[in-house]
Nanobody, 118 residues
Framework: QVQLVESGGGLVQPGGSLRLSCAAS????????MGWYRQAPGKQRELVAT???????NYADSVKGRFTISRDSAKNTVDLQMNSLKPEDTAVYYC????????????WGQGTQVTVSS
């Protein structure tokens, strides 16, 4: 049974930093592309960043240069370091695991709230 458990969300002031973490279990981690997505109120869920087992990364234009995704294959975790946070980064952030050979095999975490506000 696949489980993705996020942690690290919270309230931060504009310009601040947060680090999100996602612990994966029940999957062969190396076969999955891991990613972070977000959904703001009234908006569709959107890609934030993804990372392959070979550490190839992809970022949304809106977060390039501010966010960094990383994965630890020994711990089966994927982290998202978020710096220079803006109010428009406020959203529920979801961890995603997508099988590299079958995109229909995908799982989501429960989400963690990130609020950027003064």
């Amino acid at each position: 049974q696949v489980q993705l458990v996020e942690s690290g969300g919270g309230l931060v002031q504009p310009g601040g930093s947060l680090r999100l973490s996602c612990a994966a279990s029940g999957i062969m981690f190396r076969l999955y592309i891991m990613g972070w997505y977000r959904q703001a109120p009234g908006k569709q869920r959107e890609l934030v960043a993804t990372i392959t087992s070979g550490d190839n990364t992809n970022y949304a234009d809106s977060v390039k240069g501010r966010f960094t995704i990383s994965r630890d294959s020994a711990k089966n975790t994927v982290d998202l370091q978020m710096n220079s946070l803006k109010p428009e980064d406020t959203a529920v952030y979801y961890c995603n695991a997508r099988h590299r050979f079958n995109v229909q095999v995908t799982s989501w975490g429960q989400g963690t709230q990130v609020t950027v506000s003064s």
